[in-house]
Structures are given as C-alpha cells and as structure tokens.
C-alpha cells in the first residue's frame, strides 16, 4: 500500500531563514509525485509536479527536488505570506484516473 | 476557468441525521475526486467518477455514504445517519483526462456533527 510520510510535523521560521521540508514515499511503481499548498480553510492548490529522480522545479522562493525515496522542498528567504501547510502527495500506477495518496503535511509559519 | 465549486461552505447537523453535499467540477474536466480531511491529517481519497461512472470507491466509504455524478456533470456526495466521527472537511476535485493530471481542489465543504 503506498506511504507518505512528512517531517517536520510542523515548522516555525523566521522571515528570511531558508529551510527544507521532506517527503519520504513508498509506492510501487511512482508515476508522479506533486506537492500542493493548503491555507486555513480552503482547498489544496497546485504547486509542482515531479516525475522522475533528479529533476527538480523551481517557483519563486520554493525548489522542489526528487530522489528514488524522497522528495524535499526547499524554501528560501521564506516570507510570512508563505505561511501555510505544505502538502506532498504521491500519484500511483492505478487501473483508473489521477488518484493522490497524500501525507499529513507539514505546517510552516514564518514571523516577521 | 472558474474552478471547482463546493456547497454548502459549512454544515452543522445532528447525529442521525442525512446531509447532502454539491461539487460541481470545472466544466472540461471528466475525472472528479472526493476526498475527507480531518485536522491535522492530509486529504484521504473516498471516490472517484470517470464522467458518470463511479470507478473506484476506497474502503473507508461505509454503506452510509453515496456519491453520484448524473450526466458525468456535477456530483453529490450523501451521508446517511450521520456520526460524530463523521465531522470533517469534504473536498470535491477534478482533473482533466490524460496520464499524470493534476488535481484541482475546490474549497470545501466543513462538516460538523452535533
């Protein structure tokens, strides 16, 4: 069954202060691997898409990268607004559809 | 592009009983989503429709919960008898057809269970 575990549980930053959250993953056959922003009481919204180990994208202060076992996003010079809960979820090799296994998140807040 | 719509926003209900909650996806889109959040968990995938037919259902939807999508346009997800353990946020989203799709998320719809 596919697993995704987030570290930390929760960040605190200060503004300026770049640091990385971690996704590891357990899937059988990764077909992607996406990472989404979630603010209080809404909805996830889309950040990155990642296919294959190596590659790496990048959206301004945020990089994300992707090994065989993990993921990482990396944010730098973080600012208050980037304060939010970071979502990595990983897409399978399913008979149907586009079906995300999400793990819990990690929780990011950055002062001023 | 209007994005994936959800309603109610919030629902408060009592135990017992049956609420009804909308989606409707953006309009090219075939594939649509519902998943449930409790606090401080990630999205948990209940359902998914292919246009009107529903393809895959996760274990966790107890014979309680229903969804539909009529004429593979908006959906509606019903839960019947309705339990404290039931309180969540319900996320609709949709996706385009096509390998590797994103997800597009709507706001969702905060249920609590009184």
């Known amino acids: 069954e596919d697993q995704v575990t987030q570290s930390p549980e929760a960040l605190r930053l200060q503004e300026g202060e770049s640091s990385s959250l971690n996704c590891s993953y357990t899937?059988?056959?990764?077909?992607?691997l996406f990472w989404y922003r979630q603010d209080p009481g809404k909805g996830p919204e889309f950040l990155f898409t990642?296919?294959?180990a190596g590659e790496e994208k990048e959206k301004e202060r945020l990089k994300a990268t992707l090994t065989k076992k993990e993921s990482f996003l990396h944010i730098t010079a973080p600012k208050p607004e980037d304060s939010a809960t970071y979502l990595c979820?990983?897409?399978?090799?399913?008979?149907?559809?586009?079906?995300?296994?999400f793990g819990a998140g990690t929780i990011l807040r950055v002062k001023s | 592009d209007t994005g994936v719509s959800q309603n109610p926003r919030h629902k408060i209900t009592k135990r017992g009983q049956n609420v009804t909650f909308r989606c409707d996806p953006i309009?090219?889109?075939?594939?649509l989503y519902w998943y449930r959040q409790t606090l401080g968990q990630g999205p948990e995938f209940l359902t998914y429709?292919?246009?009107?037919?529903?393809?895959?259902k996760s274990r966790l939807l107890s014979d309680r919960f229903s969804a539909e999508r009529p004429k593979g346009s908006f959906s509606t997800l019903e839960i019947q008898r309705t339990e404290q353990g039931d309180s969540a946020m319900y996320l609709c989203?949709?996706?385009?057809?096509?390998?590797?799709?994103?997800?597009?998320f709507g706001s969702g719809t905060q249920l609590s269970v009184l």
């Open positions: 989203a949709s996706s385009p057809a096509g390998v590797n799709e994103k997800l597009f």
């Open positions: 899937v059988s056959g990764l077909r992607g």
């Open positions: 990642l296919y294959s």
């Open positions: 979820a990983v897409q399978d090799k399913p008979l149907y559809g586009n079906k995300l296994v």
């Open positions: 309009s090219e889109h075939n594939r």
């Open positions: 429709f292919q246009n009107e037919a529903q393809l895959e």
